[in-house]
């Protein structure tokens, strides 16, 4: 595997290369991530891997400076997996070498709801920064994960409409045995936290067997969902059934009819913010 941290040296390695696979990181890579590279040499090559703490979707009192960085694990890890031909591992004064003025901001209806909501500007960071890498690496492809079901969506979109030649390919989520999302961020819980972090996933489960044996009021729904986690000891930012097409609020005909949703989660268990979803 090659790694490389320079745009110019990760043109030189990809130059002629019309087939690349590409998938992008912050780093701290788990078994989630790894899995996303599998995808990837299945539909692309080579595989280009980025890691790329990205200071644009943090807000103010997010955890960037202790976002873990473990780069040299990292390689390790892709070493052994043999997925990825070059690593892109840029440092910040790389990929932003002037104030980024420019920014891609994503329409409200999409990127102003459910975690744009609570992270205000975070998709314009995600959105930003996924352009930018990009536009370095060229992919005919790139693989994304479906725990970031709204990210993922904000990216397609965003390649439609600016005629990005990339195909997003969805990867489902990758669960620890206990049922919980695989995430960099899970380093963060204590013990005890960990234990009750698959009350997130039970819960969003308990709310699709409902909609699943035929329950139509959402709000109902949503509301009992969040009561329970609040009584363990969440912080709750939203439960939301929304339409998988378009992450608007489906009306109960719509539901009682079979329309396609999915359930969004996210939460708070002591200082460890988790998100989480599950397609009904």
Same mark, same amino acid.
Request: net charge neutral; glycine share 8%.
């Given at each position: $595997?090659?790694?490389?941290?320079?745009?110019?040296?990760?043109?030189?390695?990809?130059?002629?290369?019309?087939?690349?696979?590409?998938?992008?990181? $912050?780093?701290?890579?788990?078994?989630?991530?790894?899995?996303? $590279?599998?995808?990837?040499?299945?539909?692309?090559?080579?595989?280009?891997?980025?890691? +790329?703490?990205?200071?644009? @979707?943090?807000?103010?009192?997010?955890?960037?400076?202790?976002?873990?960085?473990?780069?040299? /694990?990292?390689?390790?890890?892709?070493?052994?997996?043999?997925?990825? *031909?070059?690593? +892109?591992?840029?440092?910040?004064?790389?990929? *932003?070498?002037?104030?980024?003025?420019?920014?891609? @901001?994503?329409?409200?209806?999409?990127?102003?709801?459910?975690? #744009?909501?609570?992270?205000?500007?975070?998709?314009? #960071?995600?959105?930003?920064?996924?352009?930018?890498?990009?536009?370095?690496?060229?992919?005919?492809?790139?693989?994304?994960?479906?725990?970031?079901? @709204?990210?993922?969506?904000?990216?397609?979109? $965003?390649?439609?409409? +600016? @005629?990005?030649?990339?195909?997003?390919?969805?990867?489902?989520?990758?669960?620890? /045995?206990?049922?919980?999302?695989?995430?960099?961020?899970?380093? *963060?819980?204590?013990?005890?936290?960990?234990?009750?972090?698959?009350?997130?996933?039970?819960?969003?489960?308990?709310?699709?067997?409902?909609?699943?044996?035929?329950?139509? /009021?959402?709000?109902?729904?949503?509301?009992?969902?969040?009561?329970?986690?609040?009584?363990?000891?969440?912080?709750?930012?939203?439960?939301?059934?929304?339409?998988?097409? /378009?992450?608007?609020?489906?009306?109960?005909?719509?539901?009682?009819?079979?329309?396609?949703?999915?359930?969004?989660?996210?939460?708070?268990?002591?200082?460890?913010?988790?998100?989480?979803?599950?397609?009904?």
């Amino acid at each position: $595997m090659k790694v490389v941290h320079t745009i110019e040296a990760l043109r030189d390695q990809l130059r002629g290369q019309t087939r690349a696979a590409f998938v992008p990181t $912050m780093g701290n890579l788990h078994a989630g991530h790894l899995a996303l $590279m599998k995808t990837a040499r299945q539909h692309g090559d080579p595989v280009v891997a980025s890691i +790329f703490v990205n200071r644009l @979707q943090f807000g103010p009192n997010e955890d960037f400076e202790k976002y873990p960085r473990t780069l040299l /694990d990292d390689i390790e890890k892709l070493e052994k997996g043999r997925d990825v *031909y070059v690593l +892109f591992a840029p440092d910040e004064r790389e990929l *932003y070498p002037e104030p980024q003025t420019f920014r891609v @901001q994503p329409p409200d209806d999409l990127g102003g709801i459910l975690e #744009g909501e609570h992270r205000p500007g975070f998709f314009d #960071g995600v959105c930003t920064v996924v352009l930018k890498l990009f536009s370095c690496v060229q992919p005919r492809v790139a693989v994304f994960g479906k725990k970031d079901y @709204q990210q993922l969506m904000l990216i397609r979109s $965003m390649c439609r409409q +600016f @005629q990005l030649p990339v195909e997003i390919l969805a990867h489902e989520t990758v669960r620890a /045995d206990d049922g919980l999302a695989l995430s960099s961020r899970n380093v *963060y819980l204590s013990a005890e936290h960990r234990s009750q972090a698959t009350e997130l996933y039970t819960t969003i489960g308990g709310v699709r067997d409902a909609l699943l044996n035929g329950a139509t /009021d959402i709000g109902s729904l949503q509301t009992l969902a969040s009561h329970f986690l609040k009584s363990r000891g969440w912080q709750v930012d939203y439960i939301a059934i929304r339409r998988q097409r /378009d992450l608007l609020l489906p009306t109960s005909s719509e539901v009682a009819s079979g329309e396609r949703l999915v359930i969004l989660a996210a939460a708070k268990l002591g200082q460890t913010r988790l998100i989480d979803n599950l397609e009904v």
